[in-house]
């Protein structure tokens, strides 16, 4: 058993202010007297009920209508409304949660590879046709080493660090790799080796190269443009594209010439 000052504590705490015990409880405080008087409860006087007689001859003066009065009335029919399903309820919220979930769809990764080249005061990021790191015998090299010589710019450029490779982690369905997600990784690798070693034009070799070191999905080829944030560039076709369509040679030859301006005066 609790002592007083604890028991006291507990039915405060339950907001109880008057109580009375069924036993004498040990340890307890005695009971005030006042506390045990039940108030008196007043007695109702009876209701006087009309004798039959009465009612008939108070109904015979009145006329008909008193009949009517004393009818009792008829109970009010309520329309009841059929209540619906918790099933039907919980069904919509379902149908729209699944909605919203369908709309969220990631795009496909796309697939590329690309490789980081020193030349001169020029960078060059450059599709690799085959997905491999170019070797002094392969014909797309030799090609590119070709547009240099014409460019005026070192013909032996100095790969710069590992192939840009996309997806970067292949198999991840979780990690988004869209072309959004390509797109900023390209941008951020390119802008780190700018900050490293400034230069003062970027070559784009390919679609993919074009694509997605700019802000557009599509650029044209044999054109000069601005990346934002990174400086100028000159887009070209890819080395592959070059080989099996030789007039892109020509009309990359005049493109040429109107970019040499830009790494042949900081020569």
């Not at 109580?19 to 340890?27: A, K, Q, S």
């Not at 006087?48 to 006329?63: F, M, N, T």
């Amino acid at each position: 058993m609790i002592d007083e000052q604890q028991r006291r504590a507990y039915l405060g705490a339950m907001q109880v202010t008057t109580w009375l015990p069924r036993t004498v409880l040990p340890f307890a405080a005695p009971s005030r007297p006042e506390l045990l008087t039940l108030p008196a409860v007043a007695a109702e006087p009876p209701r006087s009920r009309p004798q039959p007689i009465a009612r008939q001859a108070q109904a015979a003066q009145l006329g008909p209508e008193a009949s009517v009065v004393d009818k009792p009335a008829a109970p009010r029919k309520i329309a009841v409304l059929p209540l619906k399903s918790a099933s039907g309820k919980a069904a919509a919220p379902q149908v729209e949660a699944s909605a919203a979930v369908a709309v969220v769809r990631r795009e496909p990764p796309p697939r590329f590879a690309l490789q980081l080249l020193r030349a001169g005061n020029c960078l060059l990021l450059v599709e690799l046709p085959s997905g491999e790191l170019f070797a002094s015998r392969d014909p797309a090299y030799r090609l590119l080493k070709d547009l240099l010589r014409a460019a005026g710019l070192p013909d032996s450029p100095r790969a710069v660090g590992e192939p840009i490779r996309w997806p970067l982690i292949r198999g991840n369905r979780e990690f988004d790799q869209g072309p959004a997600a390509a797109r900023d990784y390209v941008r951020a690798v390119v802008q780190g080796q700018l900050e490293q070693e400034p230069a003062v034009c970027v070559w784009l070799v390919g679609t993919p190269a074009a694509r997605f070191a700019g802000e557009e999905d599509e650029v044209a080829a044999c054109r000069e443009v601005a990346l934002g944030g990174l400086g100028s560039a000159w887009t070209l076709p890819g080395l592959d594209q070059l080989m099996e369509a030789p007039p892109l040679k020509a009309e990359l030859w005049h493109s040429m010439r109107r970019a040499m301006r830009r790494w042949t005066s900081e020569q």
